[in-house]
T-cell receptor
Framework: AQRVTQPEKLLSVFKGAPVELKCNYS??????LFWYVQYSRQRLQLLLR??SRESIKGFTADLNKGETSFHLKKPFAQEEDSAMYYC??????????????FGQGTILTVHP | NAGVTQTPKFQVLKTGQSMTLQCAQD?????MYWYRQDPGMGLRLIYY???????DKGEVPNGYNVSRLNKREFSLRLESAAPSQTSVYFC????????????FGSGTRLTVV
C-alpha cells in the first residue's frame, strides 16, 4: 500500500526566511511524486513534480529514495506563498494507469 | 479553456436525501477521480475511472456510487446522505501518464444536516 506523511499540520515563518515542508512516503514500486498547492478559495494546482526537476516560484524538491522523502524547500519565503501544500504520490510506475495518494497537508503561513 | 468543471459549488442536504455531483472535463483526459477533503486528513480518493467504461473503488467508497457517462463526464452520487459525508468534494482528471499531473475542479462544498 502507498502512504504519504506530512508531519507538520501548520508551519509559520517570517518573510525572507527559508522554509522546508516535509514529506515522507512509503511505496514498494517506483513512485512519481508531486507537490500540489491550494491558495485560499482556489482549486488545487500542481506546483512541482519530481520527474521534471524544475523550480517553480522559487520552490524545489528533491526525491531522496534512501530516506523515502520529497521535502519542499524555498530559500526566501514570500507572503504570497501562504497556502495549503499537499505532497502526493502516484503509483502509475510509468504506465498510464494509476491513482494519486495525498498526505494530510501542511498549512504554510508567511508573516510580514 | 474550462478544464474541469464541477457543479454545484455549494449544497446543503438533509440526512437521508440523495444527490449527484457532476464533473466534466474538456481536455480529452482518460482518467477521472473523485476525492473528498477533510481537515487534518488531506484528500482521500473515493472512486476513480481509469478510462471510459471502467470505475474502481478508492480509499473511502462507502456511501457513494459513480458513473462514467462518457469520456468527458464522471458523476458522484450520494444515495442516502449522512452527516459524515459533510466535506469538500473535488473532481480531477489526468491525461495519461502520471508525470503530466492532475487537473482539479474548483470543488463542491457539501453540508449534510
Amino acid at each position: 500500500a502507498q502512504r504519504v506523511t506530512q508531519p507538520e499540520k501548520l508551519l509559520s515563518v517570517f518573510k525572507g526566511a527559508p522554509v522546508e515542508l516535509k514529506c515522507n512516503y512509503s511505496y514498494s514500486g517506483s513512485p512519481e511524486l508531486f507537490w500540489y498547492v491550494q491558495y485560499s478559495r482556489q482549486r488545487l494546482q500542481l506546483l512541482l513534480r519530481h520527474i521534471s526537476r524544475e523550480s517553480i516560484k522559487g520552490f524545489t524538491a528533491d526525491l531522496n529514495k534512501g530516506e523515502t522523502s520529497f521535502h519542499l524547500k524555498k530559500p526566501f519565503a514570500q507572503e504570497e506563498d501562504s497556502a495549503m501544500y499537499y505532497c502526493a504520490l502516484d503509483n502509475a510506475g510509468g504506465t498510464s494507469y494509476g491513482k494519486l495518494t495525498f498526505g494530510q497537508g501542511t498549512i504554510l503561513t508567511v508573516h510580514p | 479553456n474550462a478544464g474541469v468543471t464541477q457543479t454545484p459549488k455549494f449544497q446543503v442536504l438533509k440526512t437521508g436525501q440523495s444527490m449527484t455531483l457532476q464533473c466534466a472535463q474538456d481536455m480529452n483526459h482518460n482518467s477521472m477521480y473523485w476525492y473528498r477533503q477533510d481537515p487534518g486528513m488531506g484528500l482521500r480518493l473515493i472512486y476513480y475511472s481509469a478510462s471510459e467504461g471502467t470505475t474502481d473503488k478508492g480509499e473511502v467508497p462507502n456511501g457513494y456510487n459513480v458513473s462514467r457517462l462518457n469520456k468527458r463526464e464522471f458523476s458522484l452520487r450520494l444515495e442516502s446522505a449522512a452527516p459524515s459525508q459533510t466535506s469538500v468534494y473535488f473532481c480531477a482528471s489526468r491525461k495519461g501518464y502520471a508525470s503530466y499531473g492532475y487537473t482539479f475542479g474548483s470543488g463542491t462544498r457539501l453540508t449534510v444536516v
